[in-house]
């Protein structure tokens, strides 16, 4: 089974840029697909950026395109999502999620498409 641990959330003024690393162990991570989720106080958790399998193919929302990168190195178990021009509604716990993909290029956007989750690492943007 998968364990997932998020790192590198902490506090940055507006504008300012992170960059979160999500540890996988238990196994490879070769063939899952992968999947970064926010969570802001009392608001529902929201899809924020996913990486296939293979690396290949990346999918962002529209309001974090240009801002947010997902990225993945499978020789370190490791992906990462770089947050540039960080903005106070940016503020949110962030999840990391895994899912086993027989699809070398498949980018899942849902949380009910992914079975293994991360402790979430928080964020916090100030104005």
């Known amino acids: 089974q998968v364990q997932l641990v998020e790192s590198g959330g902490g506090s940055v003024q507006a504008g300012g840029s992170l960059s979160l690393s999500c540890a996988a162990s238990g196994g490879t991570t070769r063939t899952y697909a992968m999947g970064w989720f926010r969570q802001a106080p009392g608001k529902e958790r929201e899809f924020v950026a996913a990486i296939s399998r293979s690396g290949l193919t990346t999918y962002t929302p529209d309001s974090m395109k240009g801002r947010f990168t997902i990225s993945r190195d499978h020789a370190k178990n490791t992906v990462y999502l770089q947050m540039n021009s960080l903005k106070p509604e940016d503020t949110a716990v962030y999840y990391c999620?895994?899912?086993?993909?027989?699809?070398?290029?498949?980018?899942?956007?849902?949380?009910?498409?992914?079975?293994?989750w991360g402790q979430g690492t928080q964020v916090t943007v100030s104005s």
């Open positions: 999620a895994a899912t086993n993909s027989a699809d070398l290029f498949r980018t899942p956007r849902e949380q009910n498409e992914y079975d293994y």
